[in-house]
């Protein structure tokens, strides 16, 4: 398995197009694929993003929470229970080198709930080979919506006290 270690996922061999790795501080990484998402119960989410070229661009989206996902992974908060979760980033790294820090208070329901998607449908068609994209609908920009991406990290990052 990859390891946090592994600190350039922008370049991780993955063994399919498409697939994605979830590591961290996790008791069970996993590997991603919109094949393995799909078996996950399903949001929708229809987002307009404001591109500075284009115009606001509109798209139906369908796949599982992000939260649901990472929790299943079981990452390792410790015993103090909320205020553990407080202390973790979530990064999602594109293989261009992309990337972007979300917070796990933001998508957990005890703090911001936002419900973040690993999307694996857009506008209805599956994104197969093209892996599964990061949806924030609570964003006016599109830029944390990463495609191609390699590699979906939660760590402890602040010290716990
Ligand atoms: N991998 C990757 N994803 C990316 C970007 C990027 O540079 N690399 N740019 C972001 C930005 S700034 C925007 S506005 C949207 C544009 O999405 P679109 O190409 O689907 O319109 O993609 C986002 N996703
Ligand atoms: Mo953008």
Redesign the pocket.
């Known amino acids: 398995m990859y390891a946090a270690e592994d600190a350039d996922p922008q370049h991780l061999r993955l063994p399919e197009p498409g697939a994605v790795v979830l590591l961290g501080d996790l008791a069970r990484p996993d590997l991603l694929t919109v094949g393995a998402l799909r078996g996950w119960p399903e949001r929708a989410a229809e987002v307009g ?1 404001e ?1 500075s070229g ?1 115009g606001t ?1 509109r798209h139906r989206f369908q796949g599982p929470l992000l939260y649901d996902v990472l929790t299943a992974a079981g990452p390792a908060f410790g015993p103090g229970g909320r205020r553990e979760r407080l202390r973790f980033p979530v990064t999602v790294t ?3 080198g ?1 990337r972007a820090l979300l917070s796990w208070a933001e998508i957990d329901p005890d703090f911001g709930g936002a419900p973040v998607l690993p999307a694996t449908r857009i506008d209805g068609v599956p994104l197969g080979a093209a892996g599964p994209q990061p949806v924030l609908p609570q964003d006016r ?3 944390r ?4 991406i390699t590699a979906v990290g939660v760590e402890g990052y602040l010290p716990a006290r």
Not at 145 to 148: K, M
Request: overall charge positive; proline content about 0%.
């Open positions: 993003f591109c284009s661009r594109g293989r261009d992309h920009r599109g830029a919506h990463i495609s191609g």
